[in-house]
């Protein structure tokens, strides 16, 4: 069956310091792999995709970026973060785009 | 530009009732749609995908229909338990890449 992790779990960070968070995918090959935002009281923004390893494409201008190393390894980073980039983070995977999506239990991002 | 709503934003309903949820979309060029409940501080967890074609699927006591000439979709849930309480979310895919969520329903069962 197919898991997928995120970690760390919770992170409380400075304005202004540097962010890596790491998805990772098991038990399949080739996954379609998503970062998701989750603001409070806000719904779910769609902020990165990518169909192979190396491949990314944004949704949406921000101050973040995301790389696939590998096949089934995702990450979501940035290099200053700021007071807006708070915020519950989600991964998810699926076989193929527009195909059901599964998430990963979340990152949820405190800058102070 | 595709939209997702969802209403009630709450709903608070006694132990064993039926209940109905509601998601519409403005843009019925959809390949998908899919159901899932998000537990406080949790992930997402899939219940239902619907694709396009379909009108219909059943897991459990959970039924999702799909109207798309109308751009509705509604989730049922059967005799419902105080674990079913959760927000639930609908997710449009408007492209083969893109996909929109709708702000959810806070479900409460009082037991």
């Known amino acids: 069956s197919q898991t997928i992790h995120q970690w760390p779990a919770t992170l409380v960070q400075p304005v202004g310091s540097p962010l890596s968070l790491e998805c990772t995918v098991e038990g399949t090959s080739n996954p379609n792999l998503y970062w998701y935002r989750q603001a409070a009281g806000r719904g779910l923004q769609l902020l990165f995709y990518s169909v192979g390893i190396g491949q990314i494409s944004s949704e949406v201008p921000q101050n973040l970026s995301a790389s696939r190393p590998q096949d089934r390894q995702f990450i979501l980073s940035s290099k200053k973060l700021l007071l807006s980039d708070s915020g519950f983070y989600l991964c998810?995977?699926?076989?193929?785009?527009?195909?059901?999506?599964?998430f990963g239990p979340g990152t949820r991002l405190t800058v102070l | 530009k595709q939209e997702v709503t969802q209403i009630p934003a709450a709903l608070s309903v006694p132990e064993g009732e039926n209940l109905v949820l509601n998601c519409s979309f403005t843009d019925s060029a959809i390949y998908n749609l899919q159901w899932f409940r998000q537990d406080p501080g949790k992930g997402l967890t899939s219940l239902l995908l619907i694709q396009s074609s379909q009108r219909e699927q059943t897991s459990g006591r959970l039924n999702a229909s799909l109207d798309k000439s109308s751009g509705r979709s509604t989730l049922y849930i059967a005799a419902s338990q105080p674990g079913d309480s959760a927000t639930y979310l609908c997710a449009v895919y408007s492209s083969a890449s893109k996909i929109i969520f709708g702000s959810g329903t806070r479900l409460s069962i009082r037991p």
């Open positions: 998810a995977w699926s076989v193929q785009e527009a195909n059901e999506q599964f």
